[in-house]
């Protein structure tokens, strides 16, 4: 599973522990999903998609990394 | 740069607070299973006590036993979800390596091996491969 986490955080200058503390994770949890080594549950990718204001599918999507939802937006 | 809060809920190596307060409080509990087992192996071995302390001894053993049970699924049923998942693989692991020791000590058994030495290293084999897998599973998630 991709998603746009680490450009997201960029965006809005927020380090992995900030995400973590908001969603109530560890850092390591919020690193392993950027990474790609651990797919978030449905519970924490909501609550990671209402720290960001925006829907679940524009943050987690399967499939070619560059093939994103909505990418044209 | 959004602030950190005042009452953070992480601790400095990223873990959550409560994450690492349940574990400490299941290694005291394991701890003192350990010790109590010991304890209670040696005076039943040692001074052949009246039935009645022997059954109190083990029912105190069997007691912390339990407790330490139920403190690791509330560890569990608390953790992080990244911690879950290195559990649950390590459980694999420590079960998997369990079965397999196990089961060649009781093929070993008309050999000789004797069932307490079976049990030992078949207890053995559960701890370390748990251990084993909880180092494997962090250091493959974690990198």
Not at chain 1, 54 to 72: K, T
Not at chain 2, 28 to 55: G, Q, S
Not at chain 2, 69 to 94: M, N, P
């Amino acid at each position: 599973m991709h998603n746009r986490l680490r450009v997201l955080r960029a965006e809005r200058r927020m380090s992995q522990a900030e995400l973590a503390e908001l969603v109530d994770v560890s850092r390591q949890t919020i690193n392993a999903i950027e990474v790609g080594k651990h797919d978030p549950s449905l519970t924490l990718a909501f609550r990671i998609s209402k720290v960001f204001a925006q829907p679940v599918e524009a943050l987690f999507w399967e499939g070619d990394e560059l093939e994103r939802p909505n990418a044209a937006e | 740069m959004i602030m950190q809060p005042t009452d953070s809920v992480t601790c400095a190596n990223g873990l959550r607070k409560k994450d690492v307060r349940n574990a400490r409080v299941t290694n005291l509990w394991c701890l003192a299973w350990a010790l109590t087992f010991v304890a209670t192996t040696y005076a039943v071995k040692r001074f052949e006590p009246a039935p009645l302390f022997a059954a109190v001894a083990v029912a105190l053993q069997l007691a912390i036993g339990i407790g330490a049970v139920r403190s690791y699924r509330h560890f569990l049923r608390e953790a992080d979800e990244l911690t879950r998942k290195i559990h649950l693989e390590a459980l694999g692991v420590g079960g998997a390596a369990a079965m397999a020791v196990g089961t060649t000590s009781i093929v070993l058994g008309p050999s000789g091996i004797s069932p307490i030495w079976g049990l030992a290293l078949t207890l053995t084999a559960l701890c370390c491969g748990f251990s084993f897998g909880v180092a494997r599973a962090t250091l493959k998630l974690n990198a």
